[in-house]
């Protein structure tokens, strides 16, 4: 993979509790050209979607403090219009997405490369 196409400005917060695949998701945005961190549960992640809004925000629905519903429901409440992509292991990802109007879904598990493609799509879209 190259980070050719890629506009490095494009930032990206992982919201996912489990560390490992977090971590692995970062290294691979960010080998991507994506300026990726991470937050491990919805209530840092909305401390940092409000000091500084990502582009996009890659969102698992099952989090510690407050779950990517109310998460949602909060950053829509203070106007925060990041693109978000939902990743979750649910058998109606797509009916999950819909119900919070998610820009993507990534159901889980899924392949490094489909998850690049949604962020790659939303990127585009937050920075037209």
């Known amino acids: 993979m190259s980070q050719q196409g890629h506009d490095s400005r494009t930032s990206v917060l992982v919201v996912e509790d489990e560390p490992t695949l977090r971590a692995t998701i970062i290294s ?8 990726a961190q991470g937050a491990s549960d919805g209530q840092a992640a909305l401390t940092k979607i409000e000091q500084e ?17 109310d998460l949602t ?7 925060l219009q990041s693109k978000l992509i939902v990743m979750t292991a649910a058998h109606s990802a797509r009916t999950v997405a819909e119900q919070l109007g998610a820009d993507a879904y990534v159901p889980k598990p899924f392949a490094l490369l489909q ?3 949604a ?10």
């Open 28 to 35: 691979f945005l960010r080998e991507e050209g994506f300026a």
């Open 53 to 69: 809004p990502p582009d996009v925000v890659l969102l698992d629905m099952w989090l510690p403090r407050l779950n990517g519903w």
């Open 73 to 79: 429901k909060r950053m829509r409440e203070r106007g």
């Open 115 to 117: 998850l690049l493609r």
């Open 119 to 128: 962020v790659e799509r939303c990127g585009d879209e937050a920075s037209a």
